[in-house]
Nanobody, 124 residues
Framework: QVQLVESGGELVQAGGSLRLSCAASGLTFSAYVMAWFRQVPGKEREFVAAISRAGGTTDYLDSVKDRFIISRDNAKNTVYLQMNNLKPEDTALYYC?????????????????WGQGTQVTVTS
């Protein structure tokens, strides 16, 4: 059974850093485009970052592109999101997602597999 399990979310002060991890199982990890999304209650799920199958191409939401880094280790079946200089507006439930097809879309509906989410809370 396919499983994506996020970890690393914490309560941190503005300006701090966190690294989120997403461990995948039950799939051929290197065949999947992986992404991070985030969601605040009452708002739409928002694209944050994505990384290609081999890790050679990345895509970022404009508001995080100078602060966050997405990476993957296919030998460990894990995708990461390094978050630096965190801001209160980064507070959200962060989800890991995967899709088999390498299409050019940021829509959450294009991702077939999702983790349960990990909470990031940034205080000011």
């Amino acid at each position: 059974q396919v499983q994506l399990v996020e970890s690393g979310g914490e309560l941190v002060q503005a300006g701090g850093s966190l690294r989120l991890s997403c461990a995948a199982s039950g799939l051929t990890f290197s065949a999947y485009v992986m992404a991070w999304f985030r969601q605040v209650p009452g708002k739409e799920r928002e694209f944050v970052a994505a990384i290609s199958r081999a890790g050679g191409t990345t895509d970022y939401l404009d508001s995080v592109k100078d602060r966050f880094i997405i990476s993957r280790d296919n030998a460990k079946n894990t995708v990461y999101l390094q978050m630096n200089n965190l801001k209160p507006e980064d507070t959200a439930l962060y989800y890991c997602a995967g899709r088999l097809t390498a299409i050019t879309s940021r829509r959450s509906a294009t991702y077939s597999y999702w983790g349960q989410g990990t909470q990031v809370t940034v205080t000011s």
